[in-house]
């Protein structure tokens, strides 16, 4: 298939609100695909690649969208895979320079509409109501199996792709209800939503456990005899890097195993470690150096000698984790009254944790997806910060001024420090505020930023301050997000480097 049906297709999804359509439109893609390239397909829908990351930055991916577009349409699936797939494989000195000639060829074979998409796939911006939920039930349609089938295989194997190819390939229910828990094949992990206090999240759930949050690296442990394996969150296979959590999975007594859990780095006393510190051990580079121990706790059991857990409910899986890795549970507590799940979020925020976690005991595992029966209450402050810069956006963003600098105020040398960037809780009407709000304080501009003059303010939440060696100052906001605009503000009465100093504890 080109590569211009699919964007054509994509084009069109994300121009109707009518999900019952989207679904309409992609079967009938999925039904033109060829078997080899329906995995290709699902994952540009789902607004990735194949690969995953693959080293591609902003400037590279603005550089190659720089190159003339053709008029004529010629790109196959096939070759652009493929092109991810050698993009992906460049390692080594002069590795950027390579990737960004080698990407700008692919863009000078696309067309306009092509490099667009070809763009914000790469950044991660395919907004276009084609997403997994929606592709689940578009795969159910072209392949004429019920949702429900579709929905748990993808679970259980952790690649929807995968599942559309035996779908469509016209074999039957039983082949997707094979699909189950197997040892050394990660499953998707299952995610929580938010939720604005502990009070309102045990009234939500009602049935319920609290356990701590920890800010560490979401690891599955795959236990097989003595073959112990660990997946990220990602589902990439880490297990070379954390060889201290493969001895201690391998010493449980129970010969299968598969465990959902944290790794964290753990300071002399006990406290965690920055979550950046953590997320050391887990880097492109070789894992060699191992003076930086993990510790790794388990808040799920999934499998455990023969007998697949992710149908029970989470009151049995607890029961499961306490009985085959009693020492590694995460803190937490069974059924707690309301007063007693506060104290317990504050001392987990007192040990330096993220917050805690409520969990319905009744509910089930499930895989991949976030829902309501788990939900994470974690501690957001923010800061008044004022606005350097803004990057123009891209996809859908384009014309907009979207990620934004953000500066703390240096009264000793009456200058701002930058903290960071972010384009994240930005409505289009915000977009659209700001565009001209910030076009008018225009200092200075370069092929994607505009440089203002400090005078807006905003109110950004953020769940940590990080060391960060990239800006001036040494720190970085994780998880920034705009609130709102303060308006009522000037520059002047910004927040300080001092205090984002004091709150980082620097």
């Not at 999925?30 to 290709?40: D, F, Y």
Request: with cysteine; aromatic share 6%; proline share 4%.
């Amino acid at each position: 298939m080109r590569l211009s049906e699919l964007v054509h297709d994509s084009q069109a999804v994300a121009a109707t609100n009518s999900r019952l359509e989207k679904i309409r439109r992609l079967a009938d893609l999925l039904t033109r695909v060829s078997a080899e390239e329906i995995e290709i397909a699902v994952a540009f829908l789902s607004g990735r690649t194949r690969q995953g990351r693959i080293g591609i930055g902003y400037a590279a991916v603005a550089s190659a969208a720089a190159v003339p577009p053709i008029d004529e349409p010629a790109l196959n699936l096939l070759e652009v895979d493929d092109a991810f797939r050698e993009l992906a494989a460049i390692g080594g000195q002069g590795a950027a320079r390579a990737r960004t000639q080698q990407l700008s060829a692919l863009f000078a074979r696309a067309s306009r509409d092509e490099q667009d998409f070809l763009q914000r796939l790469l950044f991660g911006e395919i907004r276009q109501g084609a997403l997994e939920g929606v592709l689940v039930e578009a795969i159910a349609k072209a392949a004429g199996r019920a949702p429900d089938r579709i929905r748990r295989a993808a679970m259980m194997a952790g690649d929807l792709g995968h599942v559309a190819r035996v779908a469509l390939s016209g074999a039957g229910d039983g082949a997707l209800d094979a699909f189950g828990v197997e040892l050394m094949r990660p499953v998707d992990p299952m995610l929580a939503e938010s939720s604005d206090g502990v009070p309102e999240a045990l009234a939500d759930l009602g049935d319920a456990t609290v356990e701590y949050k920890l800010d560490g690296a979401r690891i599955q442990a795959h236990k097989a005899g003595d073959d112990v394996r660990v997946f990220s969150r990602s589902l990439r296979d880490v297990t070379a890097a954390v060889p201290e959590v493969v001895e201690v999975v391998r010493a449980l007594p129970a010969r299968d195993l598969v465990l959902d859990g944290e790794a964290i780095a753990l300071r002399a006393d006990g406290a965690p470690h920055p979550f950046q510190v953590t997320m050391q051990r887990f880097g492109r580079k070789s894992h060699s150096d191992m003076a930086l121990s993990l510790t790794p706790f388990f808040f799920d059991c999934l499998y455990v000698d023969g007998a697949s857990l992710i149908d029970e409910p989470l009151e049995r899986r607890v029961a499961a984790l306490g009985d085959a890795a009693p020492a590694l549970g995460v803190p937490r507590l069974i059924r707690p009254t309301a007063d007693a799940a506060q104290a317990f979020a504050a001392e987990a925020l007192v040990g330096g944790h993220e917050g805690v976690m409520a969990k319905a005991l009744g509910a089930a595992y499930s895989a991949g997806r976030r829902g309501s029966a788990w939900l994470k209450i974690k501690r957001a402050r923010t800061l008044d910060l004022v606005i350097l810069a803004a990057e123009w956006g891209h996809g859908r963003r384009r014309g907009w001024l979207s990620n934004l600098h953000l500066g703390a105020r240096d009264p000793d040398h009456h200058a701002f420090v930058m903290l960071g960037k972010t384009f994240k809780g930005l409505t289009d009407e915000m977009l659209a505020w700001q565009t001209d709000k910030l076009l008018s304080l225009e200092i200075g501009r370069d092929d994607y930023t505009v440089h203002v003059r400090p005078e807006l303010v905003a109110e950004i939440a953020f769940n940590e301050i990080q060391a960060s060696p990239t800006y001036p100052g040494g720190l970085a906001l994780r998880f920034a997000r705009v609130k709102r605009y303060r308006t009522d503000k000037t520059a002047a009465e910004a927040d300080t480097i001092a205090t984002v100093r004091q709150l980082a504890g620097s």
